[in-house]
């Protein structure tokens, strides 16, 4: 403590030294935080696609749950002549991502590029789809869709080392019956 009393009291120009010293941590600090908020938008951006696309699927699959969730006794279901099967689309949610953020497809992976430079990288994208059951007591069951996928955004803080971050981005959306 008497140290830092001597070096603060001293008027020899090591203020200049700790100012610099100060100047360069506010700059990492601020840094950091500037990326922690570019991740943060880029998932937010993507789950926002993400949930677009989702909602366009579930829009296809309007005309055929309209009439069993109008009646509120089933969901998408077609008869063919013996046994009534699930009847709904999945969509091209790629197709649609790909269309609403500029994303490429290349290797399997959907990745956002500029300048050469990939910003984030989509994959692993898996729907699932919640059917309402045929003749459903409950009412409050909807046909839904689920979609989970990964999004890998590499950092840009300047050290080539470390890992991008990667994160599960999971949406939902559905047509309520009734």
Request: hydrophobic residues 40%; glycine residues 10%.
């Amino acid at each position: 403590m008497e140290r830092l009393k001597r070096i603060l009291s001293d008027k020899s120009g090591a203020m200049g030294v700790m100012t610099i010293g100060i100047i360069l941590i506010l700059m990492m600090l601020s840094s950091v935080i500037y990326e922690f908020f570019r991740l943060q938008i880029t998932a937010q951006g993507v789950k926002d696609a993400l949930q677009d696309a989702l909602v366009s699927v579930c829009n296809e699959n309007y005309y055929p749950t309209y009439s069993g969730t109008r009646q509120a006794h089933s969901g998408a279901y077609v008869n063919d002549g013996t046994q009534w099967l699930p009847s709904y689309l999945t969509g091209d949610i790629y197709s649609e991502l790909d269309s609403i953020l500029g994303t490429e497809e290349s290797g399997g992976l959907h990745s956002f590029s500029k300048s050469g430079k990939t910003i984030y990288t989509l994959s692993g994208l898996v729907v699932s789809v919640t059917n309402v059951p045929m003749a459903a007591d409950d009412n409050s069951v909807m046909f839904s869709l689920t979609a989970v996928m990964q999004v890998s955004v590499p950092l840009s803080f300047g050290v080539e080392g470390l890992p991008p971050m990667t994160a599960a981005i999971r949406v939902s959306g559905g047509l309520q019956g009734g």
